[in-house]
């Protein structure tokens, strides 16, 4: 894992599963999406240096897809442009406002490139 000042990004952020949830009794992601999530947060800061917020915000995001692809029997690193489609348009059945859907789209684009 990558570090910076001898700390690890993933330990320096909250946790997932305290603010991300599908449905009130939602499922905590898989520890491999979360580690997937990880990874990626590590690679980003080491190489930006993004502050704490922004990399809250993806964890966030992707966490969100992450339970979503977990509740419909998916592997987060085998998304389809498909199922990014029907998770973007269940958040906004949810009644996400369509600058967070942006912001959504912008962190899956990102962690899939």
């Known amino acids: 894992m990558a570090t ?3 700390t690890n990004v993933a330990d320096r952020l909250a946790p997932l599963s305290d603010g991300v949830s599908v449905t009130q ?3 905590v992601m898989t520890e491999t999406a979360n580690k997937d999530i990880d990874t990626f947060l590590n690679a980003i800061w080491a190489e930006e240096g993004l502050a704490d917020n922004t990399l809250a915000a993806y964890r966030a995001d992707l966490g969100k897809l992450a339970i979503w692809a977990d ?10 442009r498909a199922d990014v489609l029907d998770f973007l348009a269940w ?3 949810q009644g996400v406002h369509p ?3 942006a912001r959504q789209l912008s962190s899956i684009r990102r962690f899939f490139r």
């Open 99 to 101: 600058r967070s859907s």
């Open 4 to 6: 910076k000042n001898g």
């Open 25 to 27: 009794g939602a499922k």
């Open 71 to 80: 509740t419909n029997q998916k592997d987060l690193m085998q998304l389809q």
């Open 91 to 93: 958040r906004v059945e």
